[in-house]
């Protein structure tokens, strides 16, 4: 059984949210209001495998996250997180590694969002499985398990993998994924974006016509895992 520690400062919020993911037996939740009994938990060494963070418009919650990034492994964090303008540069960190889950959210996707973050710290630098090739991430590479061949890739299109592959039900809107990848920018548009994938999908298809791996949907992309 995982453990996790969900820090709200609405324990009414928190209460409800620990019930859900307690349901099916599969994690431990232990619920804090704040920083401070964070830190006393850090002290007593009770140890966690993931701090989920629930994040509501509020000056405090801000000052909260803040002093978590700094004291804390972002590789044990999640931020659940109303839009993802309002705490843009709170936390330099989370911003650059992508931790945040926007709210309103499924429970189904975040239990989804919390497996792929353990599954992440179980593979430490190891291979990260996309249908039969393993992902490198840091190495900007995929190998395909049955040839072992490499397979070059750039490193927006190393990006593009990474945010589909650590995406709830690995799928993204167009928009999203343009904002994850590209950041803000009112320059880039949809055909840069099409362009990568264009080149993506030569790169790891049988055919780039008849994708199975990287697939369109209605309004964005999905990674096929398996």
Known sequence: MKKLLLVDSDKDCSSALRKQLEFDKTYLV?????????????????????????????????????EICDSFPVSQLIVLMPDDSFLKGVCKKLDSQKEIVLKPIKVSDLLTAISRKIALQK????????????FRRNEKVLINLDTKVRVRLTEKETDILWQLWQ????????????????????????????????????????????????????????????
Not at 174 to 181: C, E, N
């Open 30 to 66: 232990h619920q804090v209001t704040g920083y401070q009994e964070l830190q006393e938990l850090k002290e007593e060494k009770k140890t966690t495998d993931i701090i989920l963070v629930n994040i509501n418009k509020s000056q405090h919650d801000t000052v909260v996250l803040a």
């Open 123 to 134: 593979s430490g630098g190891k291979d990260l499985k996309i249908a039969n090739y393993g």
């Open 167 to 226: 995406a709830p039900q690995n799928e993204l809107s167009r928009q999203k994924l343009l904002s994850d990848v590209w950041g803000y920018n009112d320059e880039i548009s949809s055909h840069t974006l099409e362009t990568h994938i264009y080149r993506l999908r030569k790169k790891i298809e049988n055919s780039s016509s008849e994708a199975s791996i990287l697939t369109t949907t209605e309004n964005g992309y999905r990674l096929n895992l398996y």
